[in-house]
Each structure stands twice: as structure tokens, then as C-alpha cells.
């Protein structure tokens, strides 16, 4: 069966810098979601989307912003990077008119330097 | 604002030695409570959704109940291959579309031959 598919899978970039991440969620899904998990953490919650509209909105800085495109795939922007920002970075998808469970990828590792 | 606790933090078993991971939460009205596997640095692999209090659900080795305050993963005559991070997360009702999940910080479980 078809995942969800992360790029790139590793990134590393300087501070100050800008990155982009790309989520491409499983055929026929609406809702996309993204968390940062940092080491040893669980996952926390950035941001959702439902229809390509912004659903939900949590612990995002403003250094950050995110959209789903018209074919529902999903890019999260990241600006004026931290050392901090460094995590596993996962994007999941869901169909809300079915069982609207989340299922995540395989993420993508941002090493900030 | 909606908390989940999960215990043990680590738990070491021998291989055919069963035992139960607790997830306790507090939310304002649950919509489903997750259990995720996750492998150090990927993503979580979705096991269960639990909707009410009393149900049940089994795949192999492993089985999650809930109730209205707590859930269980009993994990039986568990294998090597059973080692993983083991993530609990709910799900408010309360809020609109796309709903994000609020996770534990997760069981470690390692099973020794």
C-alpha cells in the first residue's frame, strides 16, 4: 500500500539559512499534518490542514509557515533556522471521511549547523 | 489542556515474558486515543485507535483496551522483533477538522532472547 512520502530525507543546513520540506500524503487523503520531534521527545504538533485550508495550528514559530497545494501535497518553510530547529521533522496524512486515523512517514532529519 | 502519561518509561523483557504498558490521559472529551510503534529515527507505525470505553482490539502478539481514564498495550510472549518505542496519543472531540494528536513520551521496550 501507498505511504506517505518525505523529501528530502536528510537536510543540513547553516543557522539563518532557509529550508523546505515536502510531504506528499497517500492517495485520496485530505488532511495533512506536521510535527517536529526533537531527541528523546515525542512528537509535537505544528500545524494541519484539511482541504488546503489551515485546520490547526500549534507550537509553530513564525519563523515557519506551511501550505497544501491542489494536489494535496503539503511544504513546510522554515526561515532564519536555529540550532534548536534541528529534529526529525514528520509530515502524516488522514482521509477525514473515513476512520481520519494519521499516518506518518518516514520524516526528514534537519541537522542545523 | 490535554495530557497523556505514559509508564513505564523503559521496560527490559525476556523473550515469551508478557506484560502490559500503561497510557493514562486527561482530555476534554475524547475523540480516539492511538497506539503508534515507532523504530529509532522513523516514523510512527500505526497499531490502534480506540474509540470508547470497553473496547478492545488485538493484532498478534499485541492487544489494547481502554478505559475511561487509561489504556493498556498488553504485549504477549513478546518477540525480539517487538523492540520499539511504544507511542500513546488522543485525540480531542472538541475541535473542528484535523485534529491533532497529542502523544506520551513513549515506552521503550526492549525483549532479550
Known amino acids: 500500500a501507498a505511504g506517505v512520502i518525505q523529501s528530502p530525507r536528510h537536510l543540513i543546513k547553516e543557522k539563518r539559512e532557509t529550508a523546505t520540506l515536502k510531504c506528499y500524503p497517500i492517495?485520496?487523503?485530505?488532511?495533512v499534518y506536521w510535527y517536529q520531534q526533537g531527541p528523546g521527545q515525542d512528537p509535537q504538533f505544528l500545524i494541519s490542514?484539511?482541504?488546503?485550508?489551515?485546520?490547526d495550528k500549534g507550537s509553530i514559530p513564525d519563523r515557519f509557515s506551511a501550505q497544501q497545494f491542489s494536489d494535496y501535497h503539503s511544504e513546510l518553510n522554515m526561515s532564519s533556522l536555529e540550532l534548536g530547529d534541528s529534529a526529525l521533522y514528520f509530515c502524516?496524512?488522514?482521509?477525514?471521511?473515513?476512520?481520519?486515523?494519521?499516518?506518518f512517514g518516514p520524516g526528514t532529519r534537519l541537522t542545523v549547523l | 489542556e490535554d495530557q497523556v502519561t505514559q509508564s513505564p518509561e523503559a521496560l527490559r523483557l525476556q523473550e515469551g515474558e508478557s506484560s502490559s504498558l500503561n497510557c493514562s490521559y486527561t482530555?476534554?472529551?475524547?475523540?480516539?486515543l492511538f497506539w503508534y510503534r515507532q523504530d529509532p529515527g522513523k516514523g510512527p507505525e500505526f497499531l490502534f485507535t480506540l474509540y470508547s470505553a470497553g473496547e478492545e482490539k488485538e493484532k498478534e502478539r499485541l492487544k489494547a483496551t481502554l478505559t475511561k481514564k487509561e489504556s493498556f498495550l498488553h504485549i504477549t510472549a513478546p518477540k525480539p522483533e517487538d523492540s520499539a518505542t511504544y507511542l500513546c496519543a488522543v485525540q480531542p472531540s472538541n475541535t473542528g477538522t484535523a485534529s491533532k494528536l497529542t502523544f506520551g513520551t513513549g515506552t521503550r521496550l526492549q525483549v532479550t532472547l
Open positions: 482530555v476534554s472529551g475524547l475523540r480516539g
Open positions: 492517495p485520496r487523503h485530505d488532511t
Open positions: 502524516a496524512s488522514s482521509d477525514r471521511t473515513s476512520t481520519d486515523t494519521q499516518y
Open positions: 490542514f484539511y482541504e488546503k485550508m489551515q485546520s
